[in-house]
């Protein structure tokens, strides 16, 4: 039986789903370029408030990515598939075993129709290749030099680790993630990914 925290793991990852942008990094910045498709694999955390409780679920992902699509799986520690997500420029799809899919316009409504609200996170296509659009607008381009930022739609990222520091051009390997509000950190919900090495 899937738990409804399930249905919020589902939805907060389906999250990494999000459109990505192509402007030009800041300059002096060794950094891969941006890629409309990639392959990942890894683990997530996730703590959050749910009336007025305090949760946490983790398991495995996997991801593909092309220019249009992406599509999302997500492992139970128990190595079960809990979820695949699908999303698309018309539509965001969730598929659960022995569940109806459900099917929204877009990645907000779908979360707002499982969860009850918004999840609040449309940058993580970017985020997990470094990239991000900061607070003031700007293009940020992730690096061991350069770590962290505050996105313009209030989240705080941390690129905590990398593949390899050394490397000339760096990767990300953790990444954690906390909402933002005036300031200072709030609890509703944080999230930690670590990405799997790519194999060559």
Do not use: H
């Amino acid at each position: 039986m899937i738990r409804p925290s399930s249905l919020i793991f589902a939805a907060a990852l389906g999250a990494l789903a999000g459109c990505a942008t192509t402007s030009a990094p800041r300059s002096g910045a060794a950094v891969a370029p941006y890629r409309d498709s990639i392959d990942l694999a890894g683990r997530i955390a996730i703590n959050y408030s749910r009336d007025g409780k305090r949760e946490s679920l983790s398991g495995k992902f996997t991801w593909r990515q092309s220019k249009a699509n992406t599509d999302v799986s997500l492992i139970s520690p128990t190595g079960q598939t809990v979820a695949v997500i699908n999303v698309t420029p018309s539509s965001a799809t969730l598929k659960q075993s022995g569940k109806e899919a459900r099917t929204a316009p877009d990645l907000d409504s779908l979360t707002t129709q499982t969860l009850g609200w918004t999840l609040p996170v449309s940058g993580l296509r970017d985020w997990l290749q470094g990239y991000a659009t900061a607070v003031d607008g700007k293009r940020f381009v992730a690096t061991p030099a350069n770590d962290s930022v505050v996105t313009r739609d209030g989240w705080k990222l941390d690129y905590v680790s990398w593949q390899d520091d050394a490397a000339a051009v760096p990767q990300p390997k953790r990444i954690d993630v906390t909402r933002i509000a005036l300031g200072q950190q709030v609890d509703e919900m944080a999230i930690r990914i670590v990405i799997d090495p790519v194999a060559q």
